[in-house]
């Protein structure tokens, strides 16, 4: 079975920084892009980031473009979303989500989502 | 503002059929496939429909998606109460170079 547990979240001031983590079980996790999805509160999903199964390629969404690196380690099977200077309009629960392939494709969807990690940007 | 546009609200009675669009442009729903999610409260998003027509097993086959151009569908028939959640669509889009969500359509069945 598939599961996706993330943690790290919590209550951070304007201008500081986070770091997530998301582990993966159940499947062969690098044979699979991975991706960091947002939620704002009472919004639509945002997609924020995503690497590919060997991290040879990564796509930030442009709102945190500079700001957020993500990075996986294949060999315990972890997903990680460093956050620098954080924003109010960062406030968010974050998902973890698995793709359907290996490489960035046109045909990607989010198979499978954790349960996902509150995240609130606030002085 | 979200890439792709939902109608904010839909609704039906039991046993109607629903259909929920999606309206996008030449870069994400013109070029490539979309996929349906649902959302019931409190819970992660669930793929409902992808690759524009396609169920994962599990899901009922009252729902099926369908595209047209730069737009798409999400068709519910034999409406029941557990069909109840917000539902969005995506696709890749290939300006933004990842994938883009529409702003959720809540679905009520009264």
């Known amino acids: 079975e598939v599961q996706l547990v993330e943690s790290g979240g919590g209550l951070v001031q304007p201008g500081r920084s986070l770091r997530l983590s998301c582990a993966a079980s159940g499947f062969t996790f690098d044979d699979y892009v991975m991706h960091w999805v947002r939620q704002a509160p009472g919004k639509g999903p945002e997609w924020v980031s995503g690497?590919?199964?060997?991290?040879?390629?990564?796509g930030y969404a442009d709102s945190v473009k500079g700001r957020f690196t993500i990075s996986r380690d294949n060999a315990k099977n972890f997903l990680y979303l460093q956050m620098n200077s954080l924003r109010a309009e960062d406030t968010a629960l974050y998902y973890c989500?698995?793709?359907?392939?290996?490489?960035?494709?046109?045909?990607?969807?989010?198979?499978?989502w954790g349960q996902g990690t509150l995240v609130t940007v606030s002085s | 503002q979200s890439v792709l546009t939902q109608p904010p609200s839909a609704s039906g009675t039991p046993g109607q059929r629903v259909t929920i669009s999606c309206s996008g442009s030449?870069?994400?729903?013109?070029?490539?496939?979309v996929n349906w999610y649902q959302q019931l409260p409190g819970t992660a998003p669930k793929v409902f429909i992808y690759?524009?027509?396609q169920r994962p097993s599990g899901v009922p086959d009252r729902f099926s998606g369908s595209k047209s151009g730069t737009s798409a569908s999400l068709a519910i028939s034999g409406l029941q109460s557990e069909d109840e959640a917000d539902y969005y669509c995506?696709?890749?889009?290939?300006?933004?170079?990842?994938?883009?969500f529409g702003g959720g359509t809540k679905l009520t069945v009264l």
């Open positions: 690759n524009n027509d």
């Open positions: 030449s870069s994400n729903i013109g070029s490539n496939s």
């Open positions: 690497v590919s199964w060997n991290s040879g390629s990564i």
């Open positions: 995506a696709a890749w889009d290939d300006s933004l170079n990842g994938p883009a």
């Open positions: 989500a698995k793709d359907q392939y290996s490489v960035f494709h046109s045909g990607s969807y989010f198979g499978y």
